[in-house]
């Protein structure tokens, strides 16, 4: 069984405007960490965010942040006042800690397109 | 964080021969992994670079194929041996300094013919 599912293969936004990532996962780890990450044209891979299933608040950086729902197994991604910069591919990764296992499984990733 | 860098950032090859890829963190990491993407898709962990000894290879890949060197704490290479086009793809070095945090290095874009 897939561990990250991102139904969202492509997704348009109008600049400025906030847009919503959608990520999902299974794990029957009590303990373990979710990841976003963009990948522009360029293909480098960048660290965008992380999420603790410990953490009690929700992760911010920036204009990114994390809408994590424990009991649904969510945790999209919220990029708030899009800019033309924002298109790229993003992943969400999970890192199951259980077995001090540092390896991050990845979802199929979504197109986010900025439109000006 | 970490600063991450790759050698060679891209490379032609011909079939069947074989390229070594070089990862350097500017800071001594327990893990180091490797990573590929294969064209259009997300990405694969290869194995685990494990200084010292062997590397954990996932399901799927392995040594004689992908050989990786791991000689200290911060330098790691990776070999494709033996290349196909369907060889062709990014290669990727990642480290996690910390539990909460991962990151990764430029990549190395692979075009086998």
């Known amino acids: 069984a897939q561990k990250i599912t991102q139904t969202q293969p492509g997704m348009f936004v109008q600049e400025k405007e906030a847009v919503t990532l959608d990520c999902t996962y299974d794990t029957s780890d009590p303990s373990y960490g979710l990841f976003w990450y963009k990948q522009p044209s360029s293909g480098e891979m960048i660290f965008l965010i992380y999420?603790?299933?410990?953490?009690?608040q929700n992760a911010t950086e920036g204009r990114y942040s994390l809408n994590f729902q424990k009991a649904r197994k969510s945790a999209n991604l919220v990029i708030s006042a899009s800019q033309l910069g924002d298109s790229a591919m993003y992943f969400c990764?999970?890192?199951?800690?259980?077995?001090?296992?540092?390896?991050?499984?990845f979802g199929k990733g979504t197109l986010l397109t900025v439109n000006p | 964080s970490a600063v991450i860098s790759q050698k060679p950032s891209r490379d032609i090859c011909q079939r069947g021969t074989s390229l070594t890829i070089q990862c350097q963190v500017d800071?001594?990491?327990?893990?180091m992994f490797w990573y590929r993407q294969q064209p259009g898709q997300s990405l694969t962990l290869i194995a685990t670079?494990?200084?010292?000894?062997?590397?954990?290879?996932e399901s799927g890949f392995v040594i004689d194929k992908f050989p990786i060197s791991r000689p200290n704490l911060t330098f790691s290479t990776l070999t494709v041996s033996n290349m196909s086009p369907e060889d062709s793809s990014i290669y990727l070095c990642?480290?996690?300094?910390?539990?909460?945090?991962?990151?990764f290095g430029p990549g190395t874009r692979l075009t086998v013919l």
């Open positions: 990764a999970m890192r199951e800690v259980g077995g001090s296992n540092y390896k991050l499984t």
């Open positions: 800071s001594q990491v327990t893990m």
């Open positions: 990642s480290v996690p300094p910390h539990l909460d945090e991962q990151f």
């Open positions: 999420q603790g299933s410990y953490d009690q």
């Open positions: 670079a494990n200084q010292g000894s062997e590397a954990t290879y």
